[in-house]
Each structure stands twice: as structure tokens, then as C-alpha cells.
């Protein structure tokens, strides 16, 4: 088992920056990838960033490359979603989720790929 805690979210107006953090307890140490979605009011959950955390391999939605960097600190058990310029249709509940099954038959940007997901952090960017 796998216990992901967010954090970070909060209010901020167009244009600004955030970081998130994604701190993971328990049975950390068969982790491979890690992701972070988000779920805005009324749609469905969407893939943000992934990062495989024993190597170089990272993968971000279109809506955010090159505003967001996701990046892991794994002394710390944590992983980070740094958020620049951000856009009014940022605003979203932030999801990170550890992939420990590898199972490949899905894409790091389908949410059947992750075995664990915390509860969520609110981040809502105001004009």
C-alpha cells in the first residue's frame, strides 16, 4: 500500500506560478512512474505530467508543456508539479498518482495505468 498526500494548491491570478507536492508513504520503494492529473467542474479527469522517478523519461499534456515541469525529489519521497504562467482554465482539482503494476498495456496518460491516487489539491487561477 501507498499513501499519496498533495499539497500546494491555493488561489492565484492569471499568470502566476504555483508548485505542488505530491509526498508518498508506505510501500514506496516499487513505485515506477508517477503522474499527475486534474479534474476541472463538470469534465472528466484529464492527464497533466508523468515522470518514470529511475530515469530520465517524462511526459506532459500539450495544454501545459512548457508552463509545467514535473520533477522528484526521491530522498524526500516526493514529487513535485511546478506551474508557471498559468491560465484560467488551470483551475482544477490536482491528482497524483503511483504507478507500481507497470502495466503497459496502458499509457502513461490513461488513469488505469497508476495503482494509487491521493485525495486532491484545489488550485483555482483567477483573471
Known amino acids: 500500500q501507498v499513501q499519496l498526500v498533495e499539497s500546494g494548491g491555493g488561489l492565484v491570478q492569471a499568470g502566476g506560478s504555483l508548485r505542488l507536492s505530491c509526498t508518498a508513504s508506505?510501500?514506496?520503494?516499487?513505485?515506477?512512474?508517477m503522474g499527475w492529473f486534474r479534474q476541472a467542474p463538470g469534465k472528466d479527469r484529464e492527464f497533466v505530467a508523468a515522470?518514470?522517478?529511475?530515469?530520465?523519461?517524462?511526459d506532459y499534456a500539450s495544454s501545459v508543456e512548457g508552463r509545467f515541469t514535473i520533477s522528484a525529489d526521491n530522498a524526500k519521497n516526493t514529487v513535485y508539479l511546478q506551474m508557471n504562467n498559468l491560465q484560467l482554465e488551470d483551475t482544477a482539482v490536482y491528482y497524483c498518482a503511483a504507478d507500481q503494476s507497470l502495466r503497459v498495456i496502458f499509457r502513461l496518460q490513461q488513469e488505469a495505468r497508476y495503482d494509487y491516487w491521493g485525495q486532491g489539491t484545489q488550485v483555482t487561477v483567477s483573471s
Open positions: 515522470l518514470r522517478l529511475s530515469g530520465d523519461v517524462n
Open positions: 508506505g510501500r514506496t520503494g516499487a513505485t515506477y512512474y
